[in-house]
T-cell receptor
Framework: GEQVEQLPSSLIVQEGASVLINCSYT??????FPWYKQEPGKRLQFIID?????ERKQNQRLTLLFDKKTKHLSLHITATQPGDSAIYFC???????????FGTGTRLQVSP | GPKVLQIPSHQIIDMGQMVTLNCDPV?????FYWYKQILGQQMEFLVN????????KSKLFKDQFSVERPDGSYFTLKIQPTALEDSAVYFC????????????FGAGTRLSVL
């Protein structure tokens, strides 16, 4: 079945820095890739998504890049703020299943 | 945005007892999911449910687990009997359509099996 890996598993940066979170998946049938953010002790919240017919999507300080050939995604967050501190999850779902598989998560800590 | 409610937020029970975790999904959503979060990070898929039926389940969805949504009320996850390794945070999620849609998550139920 689909496996989704994320690197790094954790990141500590100073406020204002940019960060890059990498995600790779194994199932070439995966077509939809939403990302979620989980602040400490809270629910997961959707932040950005991309479909397999796109290469790039931007939402304010978030830019998501997708490479279908290498089965790789990367989330770029610019001008980080302490409020960005959370666990970030990449996820994947395919055209032939209703299952949504989550990545291993990246814990981001932004210091003031 | 739309909210998924989970009740209770924390449940402590003795090993071997039965527990039911309740989820009130977004009102017009049709697909429902349970995930188990282990060690505060890894989100493991357990099961998804549509039109009164389990669509898919993972190896973590043991025989002691069951789900149902009787008459459009709560979407429940029942564990009977519980084991120590069932201790985790369980998240319910719902979506309007099948897997290729955004999931809306509840705040989770922390289950502690003693």
């Amino acid at each position: 079945g689909e496996q989704v890996e994320q690197l790094p598993s954790s990141l500590i940066v100073q406020e204002g820095a940019s960060v890059l979170i990498n995600c790779s998946y194994t199932d070439s049938a995966s077509v939809y890739f939403p990302w979620y953010k989980q602040e400490p002790g809270k629910r997961l919240q959707f932040i950005i998504d991309i479909r397999s017919n796109m290469e790039r999507k931007q939402n304010q300080r978030l830019t998501l890049l997708f490479d279908k050939k290498t089965k790789h995604l990367s989330l770029h967050i610019t001008a980080t703020q302490p409020g960005d501190s959370a666990i970030y999850f990449c996820s994947a779902s395919s055209s032939n299943t209703d299952k949504v598989v989550f990545g291993t998560g990246t814990r981001l800590q932004v210091s003031p | 945005g739309p909210k998924v409610l989970q009740i209770p937020s924390h449940q402590i029970i003795d090993m071997g007892q039965m527990v039911t975790l309740n989820c009130d999904p977004v009102s017009n959503h049709l697909y429902f999911y349970w995930y188990k979060q282990i060690l505060g990070q890894q989100m493991e898929f357990l099961v998804n449910f549509y039109n009164g039926k389990v669509m898919e389940k993972s190896k973590l969805f043991k025989d002691q687990f069951s789900v149902e949504r009787p008459d459009g009320s709560y979407f429940t996850l029942k564990i009977q009997p519980t084991a120590l390794e069932d201790s985790a945070v369980y998240f319910c999620a719902s979506s309007l359509r099948a897997g290729q849609n955004t999931l809306y998550f509840g705040a989770g139920t922390r289950l502690s099996v003693l």
